[in-house]
């Protein structure tokens, strides 16, 4: 592995944090627009939104701090992959929105790996 230079490192991981952090705080302030991602199996939809919120924020906390840095690149890691149902979900069930809606939803999907990679990186440096 090539030794980077910590201002690098440091960069990606407070890059995923402000990412993190802004969506579990838009989590946490508006929950409404969230809650039909949830599968319904999944019971009560406000608690997984919320609960999703408290995550990334955590996450983004552990990025932000280089001594959780490699823990938290991990934990944001599994999290970005645990709310995958909900993104699946969300472009499913896109049918009934706009157009441009449509297109955000099913985008994200794909999106979702270089995420994943980005938040395994940042655990992988973890300084």
């Known amino acids: ?3 980077l230079p ?5 960069s990606r991981a ?5 990412l993190l952090g802004a969506a579990g705080a838009l989590h946490l302030v508006r929950p409404r627009p969230f809650e039909h991602l949830i ?5 009560s939809p406000r608690a ?3 609960g999703s919120g408290v995550a990334e924020l955590a ?4 990025l932000a701090h ?3 840095r490699r823990q938290g690149g991990w934990a944001a890691a599994a999290l970005l992959v645990a709310v995958f149902p909900g993104n699946v979900t969300m472009a499913v069930r896109s049918g009934r929105g706009s ?3 449509r297109v955000v939803a099913w985008a994200r999907l794909p999106l979702q790996v270089p995420l994943v990679l980005w938040a395994a990186r940042v655990a992988r440096e973890g300084r």
């Open 39 to 43: 599968p319904r199996r999944l019971g």
């Open 1 to 3: 592995m090539t030794t």
């Open 59 to 62: 996450c983004a906390g552990a």
């Open 48 to 50: 997984w939104v919320l």
């Open 66 to 68: 280089p001594a959780t």
């Open 14 to 18: 407070v890059g995923l944090a402000a």
């Open 99 to 101: 157009r441009a809606y």
């Open 6 to 10: 910590s201002g690098a490192t440091s």
